[in-house]
T-cell receptor, first 113, second 113 residues
Framework: QKEVEQNSGPLSVPEGAIASLNCTYSDRGSQSFFWYRQYSGKSPELIMSIYSNGDKEDGRFTAQLNKASQYVSLLIRDSQPSDSATYLCAVNESGGGADGLTFGKGTHLIIQP | NAGVTQTPKFQVLKTGQSMTLQCAQDMNHNSMYWYRQDPGMGLRLIYY???????DKGEVPNGYNVSRLNKREFSLRLESAAPSQTSVYFCAISAGANTGELFFGEGSRLTVL
């Protein structure tokens, strides 16, 4: 049973601070990792993909991957109230086909003005 | 979500009734998916179609059927709705090259009484 674990939160962060969201996964052979953002009542939206160990930066977002520790994180710098949402971690299994994506249950992030 | 259109957006059914959720995409992507999202359960894959002419079961296929009508359209049918099928349903697409990068429709909220 493949598992993707996230702290459900809510995680409360003051505006302008760094928000750190964490995710662990059980399938050691996982190859690709994704972060989706979901506003309340809306559909998930892909914000970051990461495939190799290390950091990947895109604007205020940085994804960090450590395959040895089976850990992936998302950092949001200079947090804004508009970043308040649920963030879903998703992991694709090794050699996974179209059904290979497993989602975590999400972390609810609240940015306090 | 202009690339993926789901209908209807909202539906209330009585137990035992049938209905079809429609999904159409204008992004010319090969792969299409149906997910359901329930509180505390995260996103779970119901069925998917890796390419036109093929369909396969996901994690929670019981009680559902699908049809990949053509490259653009992928429908989800509930033959005899049950209260356990009360959920938010999302259609998603991917180019197929990397199945973790999904583009979601706006969702269909279904209530079964």
């Amino acid at each position: 049973q493949k598992e993707v674990e996230q702290n459900s939160g809510p995680l409360s962060v003051p505006e302008g601070a760094i928000a750190s969201l964490n995710c662990t996964y059980s399938d050691r052979g996982s190859q690709s990792f994704f972060w989706y953002r979901q506003y309340s009542g809306k559909s998930p939206e892909l914000i970051m993909s990461i495939y190799s160990n290390g950091d990947k930066e895109d604007g205020r977002f940085t994804a960090q991957l450590n395959k040895a520790s089976q850990y992936v994180s998302l950092l949001i710098r200079d947090s804004q109230p508009s970043d308040s949402a649920t963030y879903l971690c998703a992991v694709n299994e090794s050699g996974g086909g179209a059904d290979g994506l497993t989602f975590g249950k999400g972390t609810h992030l609240i940015i306090q003005p | 979500n202009a690339g993926v259109t789901q209908t209807p957006k909202f539906q209330v059914l009585k137990t035992g009734q049938s209905m079809t959720l429609q999904c159409a995409q204008d992004m010319n992507h090969n792969s299409m998916y149906w997910y359901r999202q329930d509180p505390g359960m995260g996103l779970r894959l119901i069925y998917y179609s890796a390419s036109e002419g093929t369909t396969d079961k996901g994690e929670v296929p019981n009680g559902y059927n699908v049809s990949r009508l053509n490259k653009r359209e992928f429908s989800l049918r509930l033959e005899s709705a049950a209260p356990s099928q009360t959920s938010v349903y999302f259609c998603a697409i991917s180019a197929g090259a990397n199945t973790g990068e999904l583009f979601f429709g706006e969702g269909s909220r279904l209530t079964v009484l």
